[in-house]
């Protein structure tokens, strides 16, 4: 247990951005990932999430699809294709479509009890903001440092073991800006994780959201997010989600 130390920070900075920022009471994400080997370095990474909107965020339906080369077992470079259905009004009304390509490169550090991911992600996308607007091209760029602790004696991970696991991601806008700050949104999240099976690990994390809005006004929402992920097994699978 005193691996757990590293993640102190992150846990409570968590805490404290939801209840001092806001947000409102907590609505359900679920993410489902799979990042299934084809021949030789390569993988096909695919993803699918839901998320719940509350008074200030719109709910989400999101599908993500690339071709993952892993360079060496702690180094890979994804480029890819995302969908998205954004709601821009009542529960019942028309979505809005958002297209995404987008490529990432991620780095892991697992020397430590605590394993370090770095990505980063460039992201060009083509939204609109009702059923009815013209596409807005709206390129960002995304970094995220994610930690996972195992908390099992020798820092190891076996079938049935629990880890524990936080990240904070940051994004940056690339646009027209139009008074706004560059950095639109901040997501910082906190939890624990189970290793199912070789292949599969499950995930339980407080996540808080939030996102610049126009005179320096904050939107924000809490979530908390149930994440399911296959891939092959390997020393640092845990770290690339």
């Not at 995302?82 to 709601?87: E, I, K, P, R, T």
């Not at 099992?152 to 079938?159: D, E, Q």
Request: positive net charge.
């Amino acid at each position: 247990m005193k691996h757990f130390f590293p993640l102190v920070p992150l846990l409570l900075l968590t805490c404290l951005a939801a209840r001092g920022q806001g947000g409102g009471a907590p609505v359900g994400w679920l993410k489902l990932s799979a990042d299934l080997p084809l021949h030789n370095r390569w993988s096909l990474y695919s993803e699918v999430e839901s998320r719940q909107g509350n008074a200030q965020l719109g709910a989400q339906q999101l599908g993500r699809v690339g071709f993952r080369l892993h360079v060496a077992p702690s180094f890979s470079l994804t480029t890819g294709y995302v969908l998205a259905a954004n709601d821009c009004g009542p529960a019942n009304s028309p979505k809005a479509p958002e297209h995404r390509f987008y490529q990432e490169v991620i780095l892991n550090d697992v020397s430590g009890p605590a394993r370090a991911s770095h990505r980063l992600r460039a992201e060009e996308r083509w939204l609109r903001t009702t059923p009815e607007a013209a596409f807005r091209f709206a390129p960002r760029l995304r970094y995220q440092l994610r930690l996972v602790v195992p908390l099992h004696s020798g820092s190891l991970l076996p079938v049935g073991g629990l880890y524990a696991v936080a990240a904070d991601e940051v994004f940056a806008g690339l646009g027209p800006h139009n008074g706004g700050s560059f950095l639109e949104e901040n997501r910082l999240s906190a939890g624990l994780g189970y290793r199912a099976s070789r292949l599969t690990t499950v995930e339980l994390a407080y996540l808080h959201q939030s996102q610049a809005a126009t005179a320096g006004y904050a939107l924000a929402r809490n979530a908390v997010q149930l994440s399911v992920a296959v891939a092959a097994p390997s020393h640092v699978a845990l770290v690339r989600r």
